[in-house]
């Protein structure tokens, strides 16, 4: 499995939402160490917008976590998007390319995140057409876990069905450990052991964002607020069980200032700095 794309990055990185733009371009903060976008954020705009974006790709590091791939859709798999995904990181030489393990179409576009069966047969179709996304691409496909609400027809936990897909599609893991926290409240399992269940070898980074606790057996994810004590824990935890990884932290509404997020990400470095700390003790 090629691992290189993951090897250029470290630190903390930071989703770059287009309202950002010309405050990042004009500075950008030493504490960001990578951004991520969503292809289908950019792809349709030219302009000015587009030289921006250029400018950053061509100083900074950028990874792509996509939006509407669909990797577990009735529907066939749209080849002409998924090449212009590919034309898009050649573009940028952007080299790492995540989507989320679900769905958003069938028969037209759903609007949202849906969950994938845990069923064996949702495993090798779903294995199926990553193995054609990464044909395609000439580059790993890296799947992120995702929160979700209902699980239909469920035949297999989320853990066994996540693992079977990695191993079966031989791709990467986004490993997103606000999703576990948020799941394993929705659902009552131990956020611990699915964390430790993960396969370190294929985990590419991690991501990092705040929900909504609508009841407390109910939290919502929604990228919308800041990261809370519970999580950094556990992102704390998936350090000592899985390494010092590149981290992303994402917020996609009630957008604070960079200065804000900012501090968010340097608690991100000082989790990391520590666990490298434990780590060189630990072989001392």
Known sequence: MNTSATMQLSGAGLGLRREMVDEVVKLKPATIDFFE????????????????????????????????????????????????????LCQHN?????????????????????????????????????????????????????????????????RDFTLAVLQEADCQLLLDVNNIYVNSVNHGYDAL?????????????????????EATDLLIDTHGAAVIDPVWQLLTQAYQLHGVKPTLLERDFNIPSLDVLCQELDHIKALQHSAGDESQALRA
């Open 37 to 88: 976008v969503a292809p289908e954020n950019w792809l349709p705009f030219g302009g000015k917008l587009q030289k921006q974006f250029r400018s950053l790709t061509e100083q900074h590091r950028f990874v792509c976590h996509g939006l509407s791939l669909s990797i577990g859709s009735p529907d066939p798999l749209d080849v002409v998007f998924v090449k212009q995904v590919k034309q898009f």
């Open 193 to 213: 052991a699915f964390l430790r269940a993960m396969p370190t070898e294929r985990i590419a980074y991690y991501h990092i964002a705040g929900h909504y606790q």
């Open 94 to 158: 952007i080299s790492l390319y995540s989507e989320h393990l679900s769905y958003c179409s069938g028969g037209g576009h759903l609007y949202d995140l849906m969950p994938i069966p845990f069923t064996e047969e949702a495993v090798q179709y779903v294995a199926s057409r990553v193995r054609q996304v990464q044909d395609i691409l000439e580059q790993p496909l890296v799947l992120e876990n995702v929160s979700y609400y209902a699980a239909p027809g469920q035949q297999l936990s989320e």
